[in-house]
């Protein structure tokens, strides 16, 4: 009898979008084999073995897409109002080509409608099936790994695929056009690496909302089991990749904590970076990352 991993199993019956979401809903249990909860993806299953799994999970391929949401509302408010609202407002915003939108005093929110972005670290493709919901003219999904891309966004012709392709050493040769944005979700490397590679595949005004993994950033000595839970080391491993950012020209312009942790417990942050602005010093880096951390998660 022909037996496969679990995970593998519910995304072959179609149960499941992709290995990452099986994951999921085995973590919450939401599937039982034979009647019976299962609890670890691993376990081997026959191919003919009933499967069952609740309804009511999420439409998103991932729950990394939870996390870009989060990170998106935060940084799309201005004055109170989100650019949706006072794009009806005839008085309000100017609108450009490029999707981005400029407040009275000429500072910048954070819209995804119209603009080509790049998703480093794209995987299953939780942050590419946002930007393509929230108006996104292309995404440019790039990963080192293969076959990972959830099949209807593989398919989607507004999705451009690199895969087996290591940010760290994109080129500009190696990309169909330059992004105006780029989003970032990218494990066991520092975001420092992959800073100067994603600056060559850019637009001269392009908008970076990067998520911080303070595991990746902070030295593997301090990491002890593999999650930063000392306050002080989050705000440090924050601080560390938007000073080198601003070395190399970028601006920043904010941080929040990700709604949701990493899968091991960690806390995850946003920052908003952004190339060609005209006010470097609109934010307080040290005061804005003290208060991300502390109205964060625990």
Same mark, same amino acid.
């Given at each position: /009898?022909? !037996? !496969? ?175 105006? /944005? ?28 990067? /998520? ?87």
């Amino acid at each position: /009898m022909t !037996r !496969r991993r679990l995970d593998a199993e519910l995304t072959r019956r179609g149960l499941a979008r992709s290995r990452e979401q099986a994951r999921e809903l085995i973590a919450a249990g939401a599937v039982q084999v034979r009647g019976v909860a299962a609890t670890k993806a691993a376990t081997q299953v026959e191919t003919s073995a009933p499967i069952t799994v609740e309804s009511g999970g999420s439409k998103y391929v991932s729950r990394g897409a939870l996390k870009l949401i989060g990170a998106l509302d935060a940084f799309e408010a201005v004055d109170g109002r989100n650019d949706r609202e006072r794009s009806d407002d005839s008085t309000g915003l100017s609108d450009g080509d490029d999707g981005r939108e400029q407040d009275h005093d000429g500072k910048r929110s954070l819209t995804v409608t119209g603009r080509r972005v790049l998703d480093a670290g794209a995987s299953t493709g939780g942050f590419t099936q946002v930007l393509l919901e929230r108006g996104a003219e292309r995404v440019l999904a790039v990963d080192v790994g293969y076959g990972q891309l959830a099949w209807p966004l593989r398919v989607d012709p507004r999705v451009d695929l690199l895969e087996r392709t290591n940010v760290r050493s994109l080129t500009v040769e190696a990309v169909p056009y330059l992004a105006s /944005m780029v989003v970032a979700d990218l494990s066991f490397i520092s975001l420092r690496t992959v800073l100067p590679a994603l600056l060559g595949c850019t637009d001269p005004t392009c908008d970076y909302l990067l /998520m911080v993994k303070p595991q990746f950033e902070v030295g593997r000595e301090q990491v002890g089991d593999g999650v930063v839970r000392d306050p002080e080391l989050r705000k440090r491993s924050v601080e560390s990749v938007v000073r080198f950012a601003i070395g190399l020209g970028l601006s920043f312009r904010g941080v929040v904590a990700s709604p949701l942790p990493g899968p091991s417990g960690n806390v995850e942050y946003f920052i908003w970076l952004v190339r060609g602005g005209t006010d470097p010093g609109i934010v307080d880096v040290t005061e804005a990352i003290d208060a991300a951390v502390q109205e964060g998660p625990s």
